[in-house]
Antibody, heavy 130, light 106 residues
Framework: QVTLRESGPALVKPTQTLTLTCTFSRFSLSTSGMCVSWIRQPPGKALEWLALIDWDDDKYYSTSLKTRLTISKDTSKNQVVLTMTNMDPVDTATYYC??????????????????????WGKGTTVTVSS | SYELTQPPSVSVSPGQTASITCSGD??????ACWYQQKPGQSPVLVIYQDTKRPSGIPERFSGSSSGNTATLTISGTQAMDEADYYCQAWDSSIVVFGGGTKLTVL
């Protein structure tokens, strides 16, 4: 079955750059419609989407965090990497990667795009503290 | 920026029907999906493209969407359905999550 696994440091210091790797199996990120997203969840709080990379290397970022985020992929290694600069204690959270699918439905002149995440990794907890 | 609004909490008795709403401007013109998250676990997709159920998700989970509101309905709610539920949509090249609803099965 499709699996994703997040890896990276459990502890980073304020102002440091966080690098997280998502290693996945049983699907290819070169398949049309596939993508991988990063999502985080601070303790006791809601899910927050961070970034997404498409099969064709299109990249999308959270509006509020885009100046700090970079997402990239290595299709040959089945990996997606997220870097987040200038880490702060408020960035303490569980970070998830998830496989995403893009669906486009055309009805007459109306075009609707849907993106959803059908398989999630177990998450990795990152604490930002000096 | 686009926002999705969910009630913070919903309570339901076992065997009854639970409805969780998700509101956003012209949400019915987009597609919504829903995730279930139990404590200490990763989210699980339970509804996508407004009404579709992934394989392995019980038939008691259903979705609908119209106007500004998408709704997740759980028929014959079971104790195991107690969890946080998040709606999600795609708008202006951004993934948007709702704030989550804690479903309590009393």
């Amino acid at each position: 079955q499709v699996t994703l696994r997040e890896s990276g440091p459990a502890l980073v210091k304020p102002t440091q750059t966080l690098t997280l790797t998502c290693t996945f199996s049983r699907f290819s990120l070169s398949t049309s419609g596939m993508c991988v997203s990063w999502i985080r969840q601070p303790p006791g709080k809601a899910l927050e989407w961070l970034a997404l990379i498409d099969w064709d290397d299109d990249k999308y970022y959270s509006t509020s965090l885009k100046t700090r985020l970079t997402i990239s992929k290595d299709t040959s290694k089945n990996q997606v990497v997220l870097t987040m600069t200038n880490m702060d204690p408020v960035d303490t959270a569980t970070y998830y990667c998830a496989r995403g699918l893009r669906v486009t439905m055309v009805q007459g002149i109306t075009r609707r795009v849907h993106r959803y995440m059908d398989v999630w990794g177990k998450g990795t907890t990152v604490t930002v503290s000096s | 920026s686009y926002e999705l609004t969910q009630p913070p909490s919903v309570s339901v008795s076992p065997g009854q029907t639970a409805s969780i709403t998700c509101s956003g401007d012209k949400l019915g013109d987009k597609y919504a999906c829903w995730y279930q998250q139990k404590p200490g676990q990763s989210p699980v997709l339970v509804i996508y493209q407004d009404t579709k159920r992934p394989s392995g998700i019980p038939e008691r989970f259903s979705g609908s969407s119209s106007g500004n509101t998408a709704t997740l309905t759980i028929s014959g709610t079971q104790a195991m359905d107690e969890a946080d539920y998040y709606c999600q949509a795609w708008d202006s090249s951004i993934v948007v999550f709702g704030g989550g609803t804690k479903l309590t099965v009393l």
